[in-house]
């Protein structure tokens, strides 16, 4: 099983900031996904963190909105750029498998 | 496109049996997972079905059947701590490493 920690585990923001969260696996994966929980709802998944290539984003997210990086297989970054309240959510990372684990998660308030 | 559907809310009692249905319409499907989640806590794996009919793992069981787009889980002999969210989750085709679609969740308060 995989472990995977989140920097930070909240944060309180300011409208038209930015805050890059960090993710990081004790072991090496192929796959990072990044997720947003918004308050009482189900996970939607941002964008799929690629090692050596550009993040790949699902439909409603953009890269410069939520620009991702992936410097290696251990360890991947999510910036939530230009908040607003309604960025105000829960960001998870996880590993991708048949056996899927899912960091801590960033619980994210913007003012 | 994925459509998964879940119920919203159940409520149970204590050492009963709950059934929790899923039904999903994808354009693809390479399996699909059941996750646990606590309240402010992160999801949790419980079950992986990629071929049609039963998975049990101690008080957990997991059913699927492909053709029909459902999936249920069996959860046994409840314990208050099951009280929690259990996500249905489906895997779009692309390899075993693939993203997740997940289903809007249902809440299960188990009462003694």
């Known amino acids: 099983s995989a472990v995977i920690s989140q920097k930070p585990s909240r944060d309180i923001c300011q409208r038209g900031t930015s805050l890059t969260i960090q993710c990081q696996v004790d072991s090496q994966v192929t796959m990072m996904f990044w997720y947003r929980q918004q308050p009482g709802q189900s996970l939607t998944l941002i964008a799929t963190?690629?090692?050596?290539?550009?993040?790949?984003?699902e439909s409603g997210f953009v890269i410069d909105k939520f620009p991702i990086s992936r410097p290696n297989l251990t360890f991947s970054t999510l910036t939530v750029s230009n908040m607003s309240p309604e960025d105000s959510s829960i960001y998870l990372c996880?590993?991708?498998?048949?056996?899927?684990?899912f960091g801590p998660g960033t619980r994210l308030t913007v003012l | 496109g994925q459509n998964i559907d879940q119920p919203t809310e159940m409520t149970a009692t204590e050492g009963a049996i709950v059934q929790i249905n899923c039904t999903y319409q994808?354009?693809?499907?390479?399996?699909l997972f059941w996750y646990q989640q606590h309240a402010g806590e992160a999801p949790t794996f419980l079950s992986y079905?990629?071929?049609?009919g039963l998975e049990e793992k101690g008080r957990f069981s997991s059913f699927l059947s492909r053709s029909k787009g459902y999936s249920y889980l069996l959860l046994k002999e409840l314990q208050m701590k099951d009280s929690a969210s259990y996500l249905c989750a489906v895997s779009p085709p692309g390899g075993a490493t693939n993203k997740l679609i997940f289903g809007t969740g249902t809440l299960l308060a188990v009462q003694p």
């Open positions: 963190a690629n090692q050596g290539s550009e993040a790949t984003y």
């Open positions: 079905n990629v071929l049609d």
């Open positions: 996880s590993t991708g498998g048949h056996e899927q684990f």
């Open positions: 994808t354009s693809g499907f390479n399996g």
